[in-house]
Nanobody, 122 residues
Framework: QVQLVESGGGLVQPGGSMRLSCEASGIVGNNNAMGWYRQAPERERELVAADHRGSTTYGLSVKGRFTIYRATAEDTTVYLQMNNLTPDDTAMYYC????????????????WGKGTQVTVSS
């Protein structure tokens, strides 16, 4: 059974930084792509960043500010370093895991964490 556990959310001031972590267990086979999505109130869940064996994809609104990484290409812990945060980044952040062909579409991601809240406010 796949489990994804996020940590690292909280309150941060505009312009600040925060790092999220997601530890996965039970991942087997080709479900080794991992990523982050976020959902703000009354908005759809959107891709933040995804990683598959070092190949990364970012949402347009976070490109250049956020970085997704793992210690090694096969590590089952993924991090999201968020810099220069703005109030628009306020959302529930969800860890995701799946295959290379499923991680980039919210409707096809097979595994989700429960989420961690990030609030950017002064």
């Amino acid at each position: 059974q796949v489990q994804l556990v996020e940590s690292g959310g909280g309150l941060v001031q505009p312009g600040g930084s925060m790092r999220l972590s997601c530890e996965a267990s039970g991942i087997v086979g080709n479900n080794n792509a991992m990523g982050w999505y976020r959902q703000a109130p009354e908005r759809e869940r959107e891709l933040v960043a995804a990683d598959h064996r070092g190949s990364t994809t970012y949402g347009l609104s976070v490109k250049g500010r956020f970085t997704i990484y793992r210690a090694t290409a096969e590590d089952t812990t993924v991090y999201l370093q968020m810099n220069n945060l703005t109030p628009d980044d306020t959302a529930m952040y969800y860890c995701a895991a799946g295959g290379r062909g499923t991680i980039l579409d919210v409707s096809t991601v097979p595994y989700w964490g429960k989420g961690t809240q990030v609030t950017v406010s002064s």
